[in-house]
């Protein structure tokens, strides 16, 4: 059966925890490898190997390679939309640092028109929201049959906690970020349980998911619905995901269903039986943001996010909940940062070096609940970090050696202190808006 899915924070916390974290049952971040992400190119060849539909497409590395993929009538299409590939939201609006071309999303009829813009693209940078001014390496690009889509729906498999297994979230209004479909019409989205006594996912259940949670009436359109859905479960089972997203899940004029866009993510831990994953990582790590290999260097768990609110915190809870009172607040966050439980002076410097990589950031809030971490040592990594900023900083720390850690951050008047993480996010949102 059916279930609503009517908590839109709820939703939120899943899909952010799921696209960027992987956390155990106690709550305690594990390392993610952040390069399993997957290129665009590379969810589609991944669908379009287990049989499930997708446009056709090319991936080239060179001028030359633009130019045979078009040659002739191998790759012959109304319209082509060609797709600079790098591991960073907002291609379609970002630049090129060198050409200065507008996008790495473009849509063409003409051939050599596409073969040109994909060849520009090529050894360029693109800068988008999310990565640094520099920008990261486009070293590949995607070019594609661009398709007419007549209805955008949105479809989801995922791990969760309270059904005890894999789960289907759907919704008809697609083509849109969930979270704000969630927070507008909580009513037009469903969760549907997956039985886990067998190996599939039940034609029955498919249909039904086509029916009630895309609206279909047509019993050709929901059997290509159910096909589709069964597959992609499938491919779930089969790569050890924890997260399968698919937006849009696209019905095209001519009542064909397709698969325009994935996000896929693995459970690192079933590597081992997943050998061709690591061929993956060592692929993306050459056109990864420049922040997640000096995290990934420093051996910090950090996500790049869109807001203008740097964050360093100790603990994934904790963090999660940083983010949370900072949108309370009316604020946005600029990352996703947790320095672990074991952080020492040096990891605090780092931690900053990677925040002010970003220009976006307009404050910095350090919140630090000292258990395991000492808060005097958290203060004095701050004290000899503190060159590197040039924003506002505001600090809460509590727990082991608050008093001590408190009296030394004193003797630094450009420290902003906090008496709690409350106070904290109203003096960093305050802070942030003054800044240009």
């Known amino acids: ?149 007549k209805k955008e729906l949105y479809v989801a498999i995922l ?35 997956i039985p886990f006594d067998n190996g599939d996912l039940d034609v029955v259940l498919a249909q039904e998911i086509a029916e009630k949670a895309f609206g279909f009436k047509d019993s050709a359109l929901i059997a290509k619905a159910a096909k589709e859905l069964c597959n992609l479960y499938k491919l779930f089972l089969r790569i050890d995901a924890t997260q399968i997203e698919i937006n849009p899940f696209g019905v095209t004029p001519d009542d064909q269903i397709v698969c325009f866009d994935a996000k896929i993510q693995f459970d690192e831990n079933a590597e081992f039986r997943q050998k061709w994953i690591t061929s993956i990582e060592k692929e993306n790590i050459e056109s990864a943001d420049p922040r997640e290999l000096l995290a990934k260097e420093y051996n910090l768990n950090f996500v790049p996010m869109d807001g203008s609110i740097g964050c360093l915190v100790n603990g994934a809870g904790l963090a999660m909940a940083t983010m949370d009172i900072i949108h309370h607040y009316g604020g946005s966050p ?19 070096r990677l925040i002010t990589q970003d220009p976006k950031v307009k404050a910095i809030l350090v919140n630090i609940f000292g258990g395991i971490v000492n808060c005097e040592i958290v203060a004095r990594g701050l004290i000899a970090a503190i060159n590197l900023v040039n924003v506002p900083l505001v600090v809460r720390l509590e727990g082991t050696n608050q008093e001590s850690a408190r009296e030394l951050l004193k003797t630094i008047p450009s420290i902003i202190t906090a008496d709690d993480l409350d106070d904290a996010a109203k003096k960093v949102v305050r802070m942030a808006s003054t800044v240009k």
């Open 334 to 352: 600029a990352n996703f940062l947790d320095v672990g439980g074991g952080v020492n002076q040096t990891g605090v410097e780092n931690a900053f």
């Open 159 to 193: 791990l969760d906690r309270s059904a005890g297994g894999p789960v289907v979230v759907a919704s008809p209004e697609g083509g849109v970020n969930i979270e704000d479909v969630a927070k507008t019409n909580p009513e037009a989205i469903f969760k549907f349980v």
């Open 1 to 149: 059966m059916a279930k609503r899915l009517l908590s839109s924070s709820s939703l939120n916390y899943c899909r952010t925890l799921l696209k960027s974290l992987q956390v155990t049952d106690t709550g305690r971040l594990v390392q993610c490898k952040r390069f399993l992400n997957l290129h665009e190119y590379q969810s589609k060849q991944l669908m379009l190997d287990n049989n499930i539909t997708v446009q056709k497409f090319r991936v080239v590395e060179n001028a030359d390679e633009a130019k045979n993929a078009l040659k002739g009538n191998a790759f012959t299409c109304n319209e082509y939309v060609i797709k600079a590939q790098v591991l960073a939201g907002g291609r379609g609006k970002g630049h090129f640092k060198q050409s200065g071309m507008k996008s790495g999303v473009q849509l063409t009829k003409d051939k050599e028109k596409a073969s040109e813009l994909a060849s520009k693209m090529l050894n360029d940078y693109l800068i988008t929201a999310q990565t640094t001014a520099d920008g990261v390496l486009v070293k590949k690009v995607m070019i594609a049959e661009a398709l007419d889509i």
